[in-house]
């Protein structure tokens, strides 16, 4: 695998983090999630951490020779795409998105209880924005991204990413 700077985007339930994780499985670069940066993590319920909070943390990682950077975010990632290797760009079928989210919050909800308190109107608000998550978001991070558009793939699952890391 000649990439050694991976960055991950894609909708709610895309499957970025699971991917992430997979291939650093493989590989010998260090997944970063990029909520973890977005959020701040000292509390409990979710609350965004300060722009200053995540430029630091963001350029930390970045200081890094390898990395693989997953999240949804984009418009405060611009140095991350620049110095990326290549940017996948994940989407899934909304149905499939939607089971995933739906799965996560249950999990989290009843089973796992180090995540950050995710409400029932948080999984509402999660949900609905995911339904128009292509048509909205999805249009404007590529636009965003459109300057880099010789390192963008486009997969909807792990074995299309490993494919395209791997071609």
Request: glycine share 4%; with cysteine.
């Amino acid at each position: 695998m000649q990439y050694q700077r991976i960055h991950i985007i894609g909708g709610p339930g895309s499957g970025k983090t699971y991917i992430s994780q997979r291939l650093q499985g493989i590989t010998n670069l260090t997944a970063f999630d990029l909520d973890e940066i977005f959020w701040d993590q000292s509390q409990y319920t979710y609350i965004r951490a300060s722009e200053e909070s995540r430029a630091e943390k963001l350029n930390l990682i970045l200081s890094n020779e390898k990395w693989i950077i997953e999240g949804v975010y984009y418009k405060w990632l611009d140095v991350s795409f620049k110095n990326a290797d290549i940017i996948v760009i994940l989407n899934p079928p909304l149905i499939k998105r939607q089971w995933r989210i739906l799965k996560r919050f249950l999990i989290r909800k009843f089973f796992l209880g180090e995540y950050q308190k995710e409400t029932f109107k948080d999984f509402t608000e999660l949900w609905r924005w995911n339904r128009k998550f292509d048509d909205d978001n999805m249009v404007r991070i590529s636009e965003f991204i459109s300057q880099h558009k010789e390192k963008i793939v486009y997969c909807s699952s792990y074995k299309e990413v490993v494919g395209a890391l791997n071609a």
